[in-house]
């Protein structure tokens, strides 16, 4: 396995959202040290919608080479389906990168080395309305492996949609910086055996 991570940091030498300018540094573990090996600057430019963000995405994934651990303090809908599609693994961390390099290529390895866990299946995605969906994260959470909820969520939050109710163990750490962020209008409803969240957006498109 290459011992090379690419973290996105911003100006002040911790993580940043891959919203947010910054740049992209690669590090590689040599005889026990991190190096830096690469570095280039990545802001997004919004300007030219969908298409435009995904060239400078895979631009900057032509850069990184062979390199698919990717660190960031939050990456978030379009990005992330994009890195994902390519292979990458994503890791979500606030803090310089000694705080976390050498957690992320320990847990990176014992990764590699165990058979891949058997995923809960995809949770039914219910249509109740216009606009208007319900799914149930409950399994996805309980399972340890293979599917997660952002893989299940992100989609749906990505596309149109006026309401979506969520029924989960936990609220997702993901979707907590999300809401903190008002991306979205969210309201959680604590239950017997675990949340209900409620995410809206003002209207569908």
């Not at 891949?116 to 949770?123: L, Q, S, V």
């Not at 969520?153 to 989960?168: R, T």
Request: glycine share 10%.
């Amino acid at each position: 396995m290459a011992r090379e991570i690419a973290v996105f940091i911003g100006g002040n030498g911790s993580t940043a959202a891959l919203e947010e300018p910054g740049k992209v540094v690669v590090y590689r573990r040599q005889q026990g040290k991190w190096q830096q090996v690469g570095e280039t600057a990545f802001c997004l430019n919004h300007t030219s919608g969908m298409a435009g963000v995904r060239r400078q995405l895979a631009a900057m994934i032509e850069v990184l080479g062979q390199c698919r651990v990717f660190v960031a303090r939050a990456v978030s809908g379009l990005l992330y389906k994009e890195l994902e599609q390519a292979d990458f693994s994503i890791w979500e961390f606030s803090g310089r990168p000694t705080d976390f390099l050498e957690y992320v290529l320990v847990q990176e390895e014992l990764a590699a080395r165990q058979p891949a866990p058997a995923a809960a299946p995809a949770p039914a995605i219910v249509e109740t309305g216009p606009g208007c969906y319900q799914v149930s994260l409950k399994d996805v959470q309980q399972s340890g492996g293979g599917l997660t909820s952002k893989q299940v969520l992100q989609p749906l939050l990505s596309g149109n949609f006026y309401q979506v109710e969520v029924l989960c163990s936990h609220i997702p750490p993901w979707l907590e910086t999300e809401w903190a962020c008002g991306r979205f209008d969210c309201k959680a409803e604590k239950q017997v055996n675990g949340v209900k969240l409620v995410i809206k957006k003002q209207s569908c498109g």
